[in-house]
């Protein structure tokens, strides 16, 4: 009896289903493998305690919409900015990151990344910019469209023509 839950558990693949940060397969360090011994196991892969105040400073992908404008941040620091494309497809904003291999501390690694955004309506394609920072956020933005007045009122221009008719009687005096 006490084996029938290992072997419900060996015919499931163990790979996790879900990676909660952008920082998997950076590299473990040693500190890393005693924390993965001194924790019980779980079946999803969690990234250790020392990086949790770094995955809040993280910005990853933040989406900002207001009344003038809609905003898409994201953190590109592992790409140049040669490697990014950013477009819009559809009605869908595309932003689309890829390096080939190459070799940093931890050996020979390669990055690539596909985002694609829901453009809201009222939006040109057109009017879509993009610009990144010296630290690797790249910022997206495009100014939503004012709607249209729902008020019926409408003002009227006046238009001057030709030279004045009558005279102010006060200027007459003054003259």
């Not at 309506?121 to 100014?143: M, R, Y």
Request: hydrophobic share 30%.
């Amino acid at each position: 009896m006490s084996f029938y839950p290992f072997y419900l558990e060996y015919d499931r693949p163990r790979r996790p289903r879900q990676l909660p940060d952008q920082h998997f397969g950076l590299g473990i360090t040693p500190k890393d493998c005693l924390t993965i011994v001194a924790l019980p196991q779980n079946k999803e892969y969690y990234r250790p305690w020392r990086n949790l105040l770094s995955a809040s400073q993280d910005i990853g992908s933040t989406i900002k919409e207001d009344k003038n404008k809609f905003q898409v941040n994201l953190d590109v620091q592992h790409f140049a900015p040669e490697e990014i494309s950013v477009k819009t497809v559809d009605g869908y904003l595309v932003v689309e990151a890829k390096h080939e291999e190459k070799q940093d501390e931890h050996g020979f690694i390669s990055r690539s990344f596909s985002r694609r955004y829901p453009l809201p309506e009222g939006i040109e394609a057109d009017s879509v910019i993009s610009k990144l920072s010296s630290d690797g956020v790249l910022t997206i933005t495009a100014p939503l469209k004012t709607p249209p007045k729902a008020s019926n009122e409408r003002i009227v221009p006046i238009v001057q023509t030709g030279p004045v008719k009558k005279q102010v009687e006060g200027s007459e005096e003054k003259s």
